[in-house]
């Protein structure tokens, strides 16, 4: 059945987009009514070429009429039947595709097919950038029109969600650009809103509850896995390093006690550190799932390959939890700063706060005393495990 205006306009938004077919042939395609969750609607031209699926975003109705996307999905069947790839041909593109279109075509062509995290960036565009930029055309699009969103995300102190809402456009830029929709990248070259300095970043309280109720979740699977989430808990609970954290084995585990090897050791000095009440509840939580030696394994060949997690694991998981989590920015290695700030705040002796990070100490006085602050350790970290219990409620 053909479409009609009435018919169109009378089309209601579903928890997922879906298409009407216009029912005629269009030289070997079809032109479709897209109807977005939103509510928005887009014509579509989807045909085959040498096998593949391609489609091409006309517009959006109203402002392009169905007699007008009838027209253009003509000229694209006569095209393909010319032996034209129509989704190469910049011309209407050019003229009339939005930020909203482009957005489209990039997801579907590029960021799902490619990413596993393309997700994330759908919730970035449709969230922060569709909702202000998606009817500017393409060729009237520059910097100024991106600059308030970002400075606004900079000034409500999520500073990294800036960063990465300029890293997503400007990649759908440059791919626009590739693909003949645009001239030039009027984003390339333009300096992150936000240059993360962390040195001394510290977690308050209440940002430390974000983190542990929020943040990371273990059961917000949806955003963090199981064993990200809990990954990024220990190096709060224990103060240790975070490749030290994410490549820990249960071999190392030893009752209450972790003794990292020297090996492993980032100073190489073997290093005993032990396990609160609050650690040994995260190794619980992880046995539930053990699949090797290590305790917190590979997000991506769980239980396949034997690998450890790695270290730029936690730090892209740190980035991506920006988008959505109000805190501001820090790294997993802040997390350490904050368990030893905390201690310190507590009243444990600098020295026994050194031996509990593992700082390198000059002479034989590291042999020698490797065993003599257990006791001291102990103490510290039990005590600081209960405030963790305290904070977070």
Not at 75 to 102: K, N, S, V
Not at 236 to 243: D, E, F, I
Request: aromatic share 8%; net charge positive.
């Amino acid at each position: 059945m053909a479409l009609t205006d009435r018919a169109i306009q009378h089309l209601k938004p579903k928890d997922k987009r879906y298409d009407i077919s216009d029912g005629a042939n269009y030289g070997g395609g079809n032109l479709l009514i897209r109807v977005q969750p939103s509510g928005s609607r887009y014509f579509v031209y989807r045909t085959k070429v040498i096998g593949k699926d391609r489609q091409i975003t006309l517009g959006k109705y109203p402002s392009l009429s169905l007699s007008e996307a009838r027209i253009k999905a003509a000229e694209y069947g006569e095209q393909r039947a010319d032996g034209i790839d129509p989704t190469l041909t910049p011309t209407f593109e050019l003229e009339q595709m939005t930020i909203q279109g482009l957005a489209h075509e990039f997801m579907e062509r590029w960021s799902k097919p490619r990413k596993k995290s393309w997700r994330q960036d759908e919730r970035i565009l449709n969230r922060d950038v569709l909702p202000k930029l998606g009817a500017i055309l393409l060729t009237d699009f520059r910097r100024a029109h991106l600059r308030p969103i970002l400075e606004g995300k900079v000034n409500d102190d999520t500073p990294m969600s800036a960063n990465m809402i300029l890293s997503i456009v400007r990649k759908m830029l440059n791919w626009a650009v590739d693909h003949d929709y645009m001239v030039a990248n009027p984003l390339a070259g333009m300096t992150q809103p936000h240059t993360p300095v962390a040195k001394d970043r510290v977690l308050s309280d209440q940002e430390i509850k974000t983190f542990w109720t929020v943040y990371a979740d273990p059961d917000a699977r949806e955003r963090l896995p199981l064993s990200t989430a809990m990954a990024l808990r220990m190096i709060l609970v224990t103060a240790q390093r975070p490749g030290e954290v994410s490549g820990m084995c249960w071999s190392e585990v030893d009752g209450d006690w972790w003794n990292l090897p020297a090996e492993r050791a980032k100073n190489g000095l073997a290093h005993r550190v032990p396990l609160s009440t609050a650690a040994l509840s995260i190794l619980g939580r992880m046995s539930e799932i053990r699949c090797s030696d290590y305790v917190f394994p590979s997000t991506r060949y769980p239980g396949i390959r034997g690998n450890s997690m790695n270290e730029s694991t936690l730090s892209a998981a740190v980035s991506r939890q920006m988008a959505f989590t109000p805190l501001p920015w820090f790294t997993p290695h802040d997390l350490r700063r904050t368990a030893a700030s905390h201690m310190a705040s507590m009243g444990t002796l600098p020295l026994v706060i050194s031996r509990i990070l593992n700082h390198k100490e000059g002479g034989i006085t590291q042999i020698y005393n490797r065993y003599s602050y257990d006791k001291k350790k102990r103490e510290a970290m039990e005590a600081w495990g209960e405030q963790l219990v305290r904070v977070v409620g």
